[in-house]
């Protein structure tokens, strides 16, 4: 998350005036923009990745791990520098040649660090990745207390389960009204608890989170939650549990902190231009529940082992702010659209580029979209794609108004535009450059989960600017899919164990023939047919497909490259390699066996506070090098 804004947000009732306005002054912003860098060229491909951690206290007498709400404490000592850099260099516009960057992030207990400066765009810059993300962990490291530390994992197992915060505080809070996550686990800064606020406002109702339990040998079937205070009647929402909410068989979540307080890792690429960003986003769109897989760490939900891997449809119920006629749930009478997803999901659109690969029928969904920004856009010469992109994420309403920035000069700014875009949670977001700024045409990677070392971090960032870098250089690479079958490859991401036993929808040829790459990967043109092929074939490829794999190492084959970078690009690749064909286990599956084989554990997908404990001190140890997980890291382990 960027730099926050600071100001009064407004309550619900009073932004929801204001929408349509906002909506108006942001399309007319992306249309400045537009008009202004359309024809820029020539970009170099730099790149950033977005590390979230969790700040955890750890009590060693008793035996238990809380997250601790010194995150934002920490956050605003880590700022410092940042801070005064940018009061020396004054009206200069330079930016600070920082290590890291530090960012807030909804939970309390949460931080967000990139590196100071994008990487540059050399193959062998890609060997300073981990060293950059070891030495934000470390930077982060010198100002924990004694009985802290910081770990990068996708949910924190304890979330909303009993004694889970430190200092404790009582699930009473007005902003969420959670059965179980207290206001104070969200970060004080205003925007974060009103748009905790105005989505259950604008929803009617709060959020209702279901992930499947796993049912272990002695879990009760049918699973009905006893840690669901069903009897609650502080606020008016607290009924909602009993009345359906809640369902059978599931691990049910009300607010959300449950969502946007997992951690992720997240990838900007910047492209040369405005075409070659589009040819990203689509391409890069049809990986996205494969390298979500791969990256799974997130198997345990409000202290019970789930039947799923990942966070994705957490976060997308914990945002979903459509109200009960947007939902189809009731005909419509007082809204617009009949909107068939969360705002937070895969994309519903292709952009199309000139490399000519793209067809109609791909776009296969029946989207919504605002036809009267529709055609306003056309009429102001934006393309159909295009504007049906930007159409569709403008039916939905901002959810945080700063009553200090709704009077903007469209032609400068592009806050209102950004309002409605950035809170699009979209597994790659297609991002215009900000006015005035040497920042060009980009392509943000959203689906991967955050791993527990730098060396995993480091790899799957590696591997994916590596792809976005063949996409670039071999044009004939085709990966397009229907959307349809996207939708339903990132459900099927979800499963346990996905990596080993789920099939996902692919192209069975990505090359189109008549190239370089073609032609060394022997590859025939089998059209548009789509078929259903595991992970491991998908990424390693096989006798009948080629493989993401091969087409990087077809990649960094056709550039000069030192011995040692290959080598250490060879150790990221193969570690991908390993977590495909199931030599590597996921974070997730890792961490579903240490609880299993715990001697505390029951078998009845109950992960105890004790249980919980020795977990997070195991993966602090993992991460700092102290703890051998070859299982998990494969032969290399901790690369130096």
Known sequence: MGLLSLGTPLPWDQARLLAREVRKHGIEQFLHIWRNMKDRQKDQLLWGDEIEYMLISLDHKNRRARLSQRGHELLNQLQVEENERLAQNGRSGDKPDLEALWRPEFGRY?????????????????????????????????????????????????????DFLEPPHKANGQFSRSLFLPDEVINPH???RTLAGNIRERRGAKVAINMPIFHDTNTPNPFVDPTIPFERNLFPGDSEAKEGAALVNHIYMDAMGFGMGCCCLQITLQAPNVDQAR???????????????????????????????????????????????????????????????SRYGTIDTFLGSEDGHFKP?????????????YT????NGIDDLMAKHISHLFIRDPLVIFEELLNQDDSVSADHFENIQSTNWQNVRFKPPPPNSPIGWRVEFRPLEVQVTDFENAAFSVFTV?????????????????????DINMERAHSRDAVLNEKFYFRRSILSGGSRASSDAGDEDSGDEVVEMSVNEIVNGSLEFVGLVPIVRMYLDSIE??????????????????RADGSIMTAASWMRSFVRSHP?????????????????????????????????????????
Not at 318 to 330: F, L, M, N, S
Not at 572 to 578: D, K, R, S
């Open 561 to 578: 490259l030192e011995d040692s970078v290959r080598a250490k690009i060879g150790t990221y690749i193969g570690f991908v390699q390993g």
């Open 376 to 379: 306003h856009m056309v009429n």
């Open 361 to 373: 029928e791909y776009n296969d969904l029946p989207l919504v979209y605002d036809k009267d920004i």
């Open 279 to 341: 040819r990203l986003y689509d391409q890069l769109a049809t990986v996205g529940a494969v390298m979500m897989t791969l990256s799974a760490s997130s198997p345990i939900f409000r202290g019970y082992l789930a039947d799923v891997d990942c966070r994705w449809n957490v976060i997308s119920a914990a945002v979903d702010d459509r109200t009960a006629e947007e939902r189809g749930k009731r005909g419509l009478f007082k809204d617009r659209f009949v909107i068939p997803k």
């Open 110 to 162: 949460m931080i967000e660090g990139t590196p100071g400066q994008p990487y540059r765009s050399t193959v062998a810059e890609l060997t300073n990745v981990e060293g950059n993300m070891k030495r934000r962990r470390n930077i982060v490291g010198e100002m924990l207390q004694k009985n802290e530390i910081v770990v990068s994992v996708g949910s924190y197992p304890e979330l909303g389960s009993g």
């Open 466 to 486: 590596l792809l976005a870098r063949a996409l670039l250089s071999f044009s004939d690479i085709n990966m397009y899919i229907p959307v349809t079958k996207m």
């Open 600 to 640: 505390a554990y029951k078998f009845d997908s109950v992960v105890s506070p004790e249980i919980n404990y020795d977990l997070v001190v195991a993966l602090d140890e993992i991460a700092q090098g102290k703890r051998a997980a070859p299982e998990l890291l494969g032969v290399t382990g901790i690369s130096d």
């Open 190 to 192: 205003p925007r974060f």
